[in-house]
């Protein structure tokens, strides 16, 4: 969610990415990986689908990769909030699209959107996956960000 | 003539400088004997040291990473770097020479930077050209992936075959039990020896 904030056309980049990663196997179009997203239960269309291994795999490789390639945004965000007399507009504009986006696809009536949605609780958890992302760009992101996940 | 190589990442770049080790059949561009490094972070004072101190304080900056995201208390205290959250933005980094009065160097860095500097790190860390000694802290694959994912079919091959010894032995020894009859025993002594 947090990568399809500041891509506009997140779907489409997960997708071209795929294909550019080789992952087509795993991942042939779009509705595959629609339907892996609709695991997350806070969803509004929640189906739950086992995640294969190879599945997890290749969405971790995609959301790495992803990262890299929107690091630069990902660290103007981040520096956005650490001085927000100077440069508040980046955080604003992008709390907010977070939020639309929330309201939009996420299941209102659970505690855990609730949170999502209050500005006062939702700072520290953007910013712990915005620097999750950044700190996963290097060629072992993978297996970083694999580790972080699984000991989440 | 020294070898320099540089890893840049926005706001941070790490100046690697050294020799090749000859005696290893190295190629001239390659650095094993490191001199001197240099970690310049955008409008803060310049980090130097000693070639011992790179490593510690490469994995001060991992480890307290680490604990930043893993939402447990983040502080990395050691003998050379401290380094603590002031806020959820700010990391204060204290760094202590070895040297006798020299006061520590108080450094104070955002988010951007310290993803820019752990950055310059893994660059150096996956660089083939330096040899260094290699920081393995997110490597480490936690316990629940060592259970859950790998070692899955070899803990189910490893329990299985007891599990399934014992139960089979309880069963045919239970039978025994309900085929032996204790009372009919006795009435059949008592039939041979009627005294």
Same mark, same amino acid.
């Given at each position: 969610?947090?990568?399809?904030?500041?891509?506009l056309n997140g779907i489409q980049?997960?997708?071209? *990415?795929?294909?550019?990663?080789?992952?087509?196997?795993?991942?042939?179009?779009?509705?595959?990986?629609?339907?892996?997203?609709?695991?997350?239960?806070?969803?509004?269309?929640?189906?739950? #689908?086992?995640?294969?291994?190879?599945?997890?795999?290749?969405?971790?490789?995609?959301? =790495?990769? /992803?990262?890299?390639?929107?690091?630069?945004?990902?660290?103007?965000?981040?520096?956005?909030?650490?001085?927000?007399?100077?440069?508040?507009?980046?955080?604003?504009?992008?709390?907010?699209?977070?939020?639309?986006?929330?309201?939009?696809?996420?299941?209102?009536?659970? /505690?855990?959107?609730?949170?999502?949605?209050?500005?006062? &609780?939702?700072?520290?958890?953007?910013?712990?996956?915005?620097?999750?992302?950044?700190?996963?760009i290097s060629n072992k992101g993978?297996?970083?960000?694999?580790?972080?996940?699984?000991?989440? | 003539?020294? #070898?320099?190589?540089?890893?840049?990442?926005?706001?941070?770049? *790490?100046?690697?400088?050294?020799?090749?080790?000859?005696?290893?059949? &190295?190629?001239?561009?390659?650095?094993? @004997?490191?001199?001197?490094?240099?970690?310049?972070?955008?409008?803060?004072?310049?980090?130097?040291?000693?070639?011992?101190?790179?490593? %510690?304080?490469?994995?001060?900056?991992?480890?307290?990473?680490?604990?930043?995201?893993?939402?447990?208390?983040?502080?990395?205290?050691?003998? *050379?770097?401290?380094?603590?959250?002031?806020?959820?933005? @700010?990391?204060?980094?204290?760094?202590?020479?070895?040297?006798?009065?020299?006061?520590?160097? +108080?450094?104070?860095?955002?988010?951007?930077?310290?993803?820019?500097?752990?950055?310059?790190?893994?660059?150096?860390?996956?660089?083939?050209?330096?040899?260094?000694?290699?920081?393995?802290?997110?490597?480490? =694959?936690?316990?629940? =992936?060592? @259970?859950?994912?790998?070692?899955? =079919?070899? *803990?189910?091959?490893?329990? /299985?075959? %007891?599990?399934?010894?014992i139960c089979s032995l309880i069963?045919?020894?239970?039978?025994?039990?309900?085929?032996?009859?204790?009372?009919?025993?006795?009435?059949? #002594?008592?039939? +041979?020896?009627?005294?």
């Amino acid at each position: 969610m947090i990568l399809e904030t500041i891509d506009l056309n997140g779907i489409q980049s997960f997708y071209a *990415l795929s294909n550019r990663l080789n992952l087509n196997d795993v991942l042939p179009n779009k509705v595959t990986i629609w339907k892996l997203r609709n695991n997350n239960p806070l969803r509004k269309s929640f189906v739950k #689908n086992n995640i294969k291994l190879n599945e997890f795999d290749a969405l971790i490789k995609i959301t =790495v990769e /992803m990262s890299r390639y929107l690091y630069p945004y990902i660290r103007e965000i981040l520096k956005s909030k650490e001085d927000l007399k100077e440069n508040s507009v980046t955080w604003i504009d992008f709390n907010k699209r977070f939020i639309e986006l929330i309201k939009e696809r996420f299941n209102l009536d659970s /505690m855990r959107v609730k949170k999502l949605l209050n500005q006062a &609780e939702n700072d520290e958890i953007i910013i712990k996956s915005l620097l999750t992302l950044s700190l996963c760009i290097s060629n072992k992101g993978y297996q970083k960000l694999k580790n972080f996940l699984i000991d989440f | 003539m020294q #070898n320099k190589l540089l890893f840049h990442q926005s706001s941070v770049s *790490l100046e690697i400088i050294g020799l090749p080790d000859y005696s290893n059949n &190295e190629n001239d561009d390659q650095i094993s @004997i490191i001199s001197q490094w240099k970690l310049t972070i955008i409008d803060k004072p310049l980090i130097e040291g000693k070639v011992e101190h790179l490593v %510690p304080i490469m994995n001060a900056f991992y480890i307290y990473s680490n604990l930043l995201i893993k939402n447990e208390i983040p502080l990395y205290e050691s003998k *050379l770097i401290d380094i603590k959250a002031d806020n959820l933005h @700010i990391h204060n980094i204290v760094l202590k020479s070895s040297k006798p009065n020299v006061k520590p160097l +108080i450094l104070k860095i955002g988010n951007s930077s310290l993803s820019d500097t752990i950055n310059c790190f893994d660059q150096l860390n996956e660089s083939p050209i330096v040899r260094i000694k290699k920081t393995g802290v997110f490597n480490i =694959v936690p316990k629940k =992936v060592r @259970i859950g994912f790998n070692n899955k =079919v070899k *803990l189910f091959n490893l329990i /299985m075959p %007891p599990f399934i010894a014992i139960c089979s032995l309880i069963l045919f020894s239970s039978t025994f039990i309900y085929f032996y009859n204790p009372v009919e025993d006795k009435e059949k #002594n008592e039939l +041979i020896n009627p005294e």
